[in-house]
């Protein structure tokens, strides 16, 4: 049985009814391909977490597609809101039923729903999630941080709840700091992507930033550099990192054998910062990215860092 994902076949197998296995393989592929910085962290975990977060990964992922999806296809005119409403419903319904312990041969409802039956994830954070991702639909610029804290949590925070229930944790506060953590990410995420964005014609960070910096919507989407930009960005970065930094008393928290693979999505993830610093905070004609060999180098360092917090 074969099954395709954005075009490509990831799936290869028989004519025979899908496999649980199959399922968790398809999901493991989707993260490979679209996620490189997940995908490395993820095989610090042991095989029985590590399939339940490529499940969640492959759930999150198909609901960001059908999201961007559907925005191209109503600015082309091609999709009517009325469609798009019905298609949110539809997956609202086959998530409702994979909760209810039906997926209709689906590998990723198979592969969520084997999931659930070990770890307990309220059905509300996916669908957190589906009205986060449905935001840049009708996208409409954050007046405040408060504004942009919001949407972060939904399409980032959830993330990391949803993996501290597959992780395990001895104590409640950890979910506090999970949802530091996924603050952190999104702030990453969008300071990493603000050239996409401009020419998507979005601004991400909080207008009320901009008026503080004494930098106009007109200089930043004509892209201006000049030192009150630079100032604006050394200000976001320092209020990713403080997030990041509360976000590690979370790391302790959670069962031992997770700690590493969460230290290195944190880690890397956080020196997506220093290269923006080292690229002069020009965010505009370069996109921060970290190599595989950065991202490897950084690994005996995560690992002494684990060891202190076990010890």
Known sequence: MNYSYNGKTIVHGSDTELTLENAFDYCRQIAKHHAKTFYL???????PQRNPIFAMYALLRTVDDLVDTAEDKLTS?????????????????????CYQGRHHNDPIMMAWHATLQEHAIPMELPLDLMDGVSMDIEFKPFETFDDLYVYCYKVASVVGLMCSE????SDKKALDHAIELGI????????????EDIDRGRIYLPLEDLERF?????????????DNFRDLIRFQIERA???YRASEKGIPMLEQQSRFAVLVS????????KTIENNGYDVFSQRAYRSLY??????????????????
């Open 77 to 97: 005119g091609s999709l009517s809101q009325n469609e798009l409403n019905g298609m949110m419903k539809d997956w609202k319904v086959r998530l409702e039923e």
């Open 166 to 169: 597959i992780f395990g944790y």
């Open 266 to 273: 944190s880690e890397n993830y956080s020196n997506i910062l």
């Open 41 to 47: 962290a993820t095989l610090f975990l042991p095989k």
């Open 214 to 226: 004494s930098y106009s919507r007109r200089e930043f989407m004509q892209k201006t550099m000049n």
């Open 294 to 311: 950065q991202k490897l180098s950084t690994i005996p360092y995560i690992w002494y860092r684990s060891r202190v917090m076990s010890s």
């Open 184 to 195: 952190a990410m999104q702030l990453t995420n969008i300071l990493r992507d603000i050239g």
């Open 241 to 243: 990192r403080s997030y």
